[in-house]
């Protein structure tokens, strides 16, 4: 073995070209894929902090027919399902979203948090890294206040004090007794930093049968598959609604396992791009294939002489495969490198909403996945060449007269398999990068139904008590966007309720037109409700199509009037004038009075929640809703954050502990959203053009050796009277030949990533013809290229010379 | 008289071409005692080096019966064969063939490296054979360093290295010029004399003359 290696690095040195080439393309390749395979063991693969997560399973509803995908859960249901489901050992609720909690203090800080069931730690087998969780004891009207705190906020705002557990804190106006602080790794749900214990946080929730308010994670009893949960939790909630509300429609049971919902899309989009990256580390190492066979080629000589001094097979393979695992090794440690140094550029265009991505680093894990990949890289790259070099036969290459093309037949059939599997894998990663491509480019150029452009938007809190009050409340948003209108340099502002792409959860709403019976009511799909100061139609600069917005005279005096979108209008009223017409919809507050509400104008319909799907919206002026309003938006003549000192000062000036959080620009939030989106396209594309780079130039490499192979051939056929352009036809031809059977294998592994890949696109079908005949032209072009220029050169061969140096 | 070395019946070899075949040898039948000096000859097309590679076991796609050191190779496994070739025969081209990668030194070690010898016994069979082929001066230059005469000396003595019973070579003199053949057929001569059986395949009637037998081929046939 020492002997295979030192003759190994001996012959290495005596063709460095060959060893930068190949060593740089799997470094490349290995470089690229360690780096994304960080990201998603980081991600994806570390265990999530739960104990037994496979038995976690999370569970909403859903109402098909009136195309609503996400009805949360009453207290009494899921009281219900407590009592009577067998398949869950424990069951635990929690609002689908955080909620802000005010932390006090010299600086009050506003901080996220999630109010949940006593059990919830139980249920998810999380343990307090000091201290200890709250139990189903403390969940209770009366029971003492506590408050389990991340390990986030202890080390950000405690400073990591010892004393923590124990100490008493002013959380919203009330003192809460911190009893633990979670590990590090636990951070569920996202951006929770503070857990407190339902019950004595909203006492009334309890009865209410009629509120929908929770997802809930539930633990599956040992040994029930989800579908069997499923079937029993269906039943319960059938049985509940034949007796309670025999006309609803029919409310389907969302059950899914905690561990989907936890990754979100980005479990899919990172396998996507873990497989195109290895795609791309696969292209590598049939380039390097193709160098050694070609190397091979002219050491059939030398092989044919160990043969005959007594080498066994497997002793020249492994000689060979020395060789390739130099190469693979040098291309390992270089790509361990590249990683370690495009890891934080990896990370910057990785969306932030991807979970766990700040635990993403090239750790020994990495590093073993790494080394596996080299040793795998080897043998991918060096076996092939190795077995085919090693079948040669003494009397073949080294007797007088060989009759037999043997080695060389073979070594040109494995070429052609390489040039077709590297024009396959090129064609698939062009074509998925083609419609990831043109899914940014839709969503990029998306009509949002508003101008993010010069809009600063931010998120107000104050303490709760302080503005308990309806007139307390509509009197510091009047005040506000008042003080804000007066600077300059503002054009506009408003408070709503949530502003454009705050997230997917907002206030669903239930509506019924007019001569609607109640059970056709419960069909109709619901609103994106949303409350708003006048101006917010002018600041978000969002086009009324008909009649008008709000002013102030539409107050709690006079019938509650609405401000509609277009595609709601369209949707209720078909080709008639919506302006006038009544829906009835419930009070945004308690006790949610179904109310009758007059259109008076009609607005463009916008990518309210998410860029993806317009909802039906549906504005209701602050004057006429008790709700309170959550976020500010002001449009400004330039740079929106160049206003941002103004407009804390104007806040500031107005209540001293207002809290600020969430400054950013309407644009930014745009291209946040767009995050998911750029970061596969960008990848995708980075992947797709190295791909594009390694196939052409591991088609050049296999033709041009093809090529300086037939010479001979060559100068005989010109002497035999072929003309230039012959030659040139008959290498494009055989060139082109294994690219355009690669071609059709790849057409396939196309389809099979566009289905794959499908929940990533968005305005572009996953076969879209278009795009897959537009991957294939770039690589034919590339291909024909990559050919063109050996076929040249060998079409200015001289045949005598030719003939001649033979 | 004691059993043969080497004994061929009725061996035949083809080649498929164009849907027949064709034939290199035909019904060979003969014997190669030990200790042997036998010269191959006859007009190129003949069969003498396919002749020398069925010898020396690197081709067994012949027919008939072939017995060496009363082994079957007839009825012997590719791998057996190996083995047997591995343990008795040595190989030495016209065109030298030496690696042009490895040192002279590292050229002879290769044969001891394939057949497992131990690293300080290869350092002095190699130590051995360089005295005795007076090339130790030369142990560390690379093939291309060597003339003709000298590569074909590393070759004879990378060929007897492993100690076999036959040496086969393939027109050893056919690539030098006259003085440096006679020297490498003078160290034939000095092996056969030692007790190593030798085959050559050879055009030459002088070096023909080194031997003791004389098998002339034509068309595959012995002819004489």
Redo the contacts between chains.
Sequence with gaps: MT?DLR?AV??LR?RPLLFVVAASALALGIGASTAVFSVVDAVLLRPLPFAETERLVMYWQSIPEASTPFVEVSYPHFRKLRAQSRSFSALAAMPAVNSGFILGGREPVRVEGRIVTGNFFDVLGARAARGRTFGEDEDRVGAPRVVVVSHGLWQRHFGGEPGIVGRMLDVDGTAMTVIGVMPPAFRYPREADLWTPLVPVIPEIVEKANVGWAVLIGRLAPGVPIVQARAEVDAITAAGLREEAPSSPQLKVVLTPLADEWFGPSRRALWVLLGAVLLVLLLACANVSALLLARAATRQ??I?????????RP?LVRQLLVEASLIALAGGLAGTLIATWGLDGLLALVPAEVPRLEDAAIDSRVLAFALGLTAVTALGAGLVPALIASKT???EV????A??AGPAARQARARAVLVAAEAAVALVLLAGAGLLTRTFQNLRTLDLGFDPRNVLTLAISGSRGKYDKVEERRHLYRTLVERIDALPGVQASAAVFQRPLWGHVGLDWRFTLEGQSEAEAERNPTLNLQIVTPAFFETMRMPVRRGRTFTDRDTAGVPPVVVISEVLARRCWPGQDAIGKHLKVPMPTAPYTPTWMTVVGVVAEARYRELQTARLDFYMSYLQSDEGLQHLVVRTAGDPLALIPAVRAAVRSVDRELILTDVTSMASLVNVALGGARFAMQLLSGFAVVALLMAALGIYGVVAFVVSRRTREVGIRMALGARAADVLRLVLRQGMAPVLAGLAVGLGGALALGRLSSALLFGVPPHDPVTLAAAAAVLTAAALLACALPARRAARIDPAQALRDE | MSEPLVRLRNVDRAYDQGGGKVFVLRRITLDIAQGEFVSIMGPSGAGKSTLLHVLGMHDGAFTGEYEFLGYKMHALGRKERQELQKKHIGFVFQSYHLLDDLTVYENLEVPLSYRDVKRSERQAIVGDVLDRFHIVGKKDLYPSQLSGGQQQLVGVARAVVASPKVILADEPTGNLHTDQGREIMELFRRLNEAGTTIVQVTHSDVNAGYGNRIIKLRDGWVVE
């Design positions: 002997s003759l001996r012959s005596r000589r030398e044919a002489v160990r043969v005959a001094l007594g080498a066994s002793r036969s003494l009397t080294l007797a007088e007269g009759r037999s």
